[in-house]
T-cell receptor, first 113, second 114 residues
Framework: AQTVTQSQPEMSVQEAETVTLSCTYD???????LFWYKQPPSRQMILVIR??????QNATENRFSVNFQKAAKSFSLKISDSQLGDAAMYFC??????????FGTGTSLTVIP | SQTIHQWPATLVQPVGSPLSLECTVE??????LYWYRQAAGRGLQLLFY??????ISSEVPQNLSASRPQDRQFILSSKKLLLSDSGFYLC?????????????FGQGTRLTVV
């Protein structure tokens, strides 16, 4: 099983500011997919953004963007103009060529009004 | 559109009792199916993975088992629950026809073993 590490159990950000959540992973594969999921208090898992490993360009989705460093096996999530609704647990996930998804331990994000 | 149903939402079971959690997917065929467990303060642990009827891969040897009796039905079972089986269980599916799609999750089942 692949290992996904999120070293920040908790993070906080002021409303309208920018925050970056870290994620590293361990793999020997060259072709894989990376994801960030959001889990609000309802506990429903919601996809935030995805990145294909073969693409050098970093993915962006509105206020969410990633910094994908393949050689360093790093996949961080940047949230710009943070909103109160962004408060949630964020999980980094790795999907291998066998289509198994492996998740990190999560980062709990608090948005301060 | 595709939907995933998981039930029950909440379950309280005594130690030593059996368990059956069910998950069904609608609106697609031949999905990849997954069972995850989320323990308190921890991430999602992949328990079982299935690519087709009767085809189950186990990630973590434990007190649980999974079955896929129909194409879009995935069942998580235990013959005798342990206290350590408590947690939040999530079923998920992925479209097997497209490479770049994500996993879609059910609403989850909160299991408390007492």
């Amino acid at each position: 099983a692949q290992t996904v590490t999120q070293s920040q159990p908790e993070m906080s950000v002021q409303e309208a500011e920018t925050v970056t959540l870290s994620c590293t992973y361990d793999t020997s594969e060259s072709d894989y997919y990376l994801f960030w999921y959001k889990q609000p208090p309802s506990r429903q898992m919601i996809l935030v953004i995805r990145q294909e490993a073969y693409k050098q360009q970093n993915a962006t989705e509105n206020r969410f963007s990633v910094n994908f460093q393949k050689a360093a096996k790093s996949f961080s999530l940047k949230i710009s103009d943070s909103q109160l609704g962004d408060a949630a647990m964020y999980f980094c996930a790795y999907r291998n060529t066998g289509n198994q998804f492996y998740f990190g331990t999560g980062t709990s994000l608090t948005v301060i009004p | 559109s595709q939907t995933i149903h998981q039930w029950p939402a909440t379950l309280v079971q005594p130690v030593g009792s059996p368990l059956s959690l069910e998950c069904t997917v609608e609106g697609t065929s031949n999905p990849n199916l997954y069972w995850y467990r989320q323990a308190a303060g921890r991430g999602l642990q992949l328990l079982f993975y299935s690519v087709g009827i009767g085809q189950i891969s186990s990630e973590v040897p434990q007190n649980l088992s999974a079955s896929r009796p129909q194409d879009r039905q995935f069942i998580l079972s235990s013959k005798k629950l342990l206290l350590s089986d408590s947690g939040f269980y999530l079923c998920a599916w992925k479209n097997s026809y497209y490479l770049n799609t994500e996993a879609f999750f059910g609403q989850g089942t909160r299991l408390t073993v007492v």
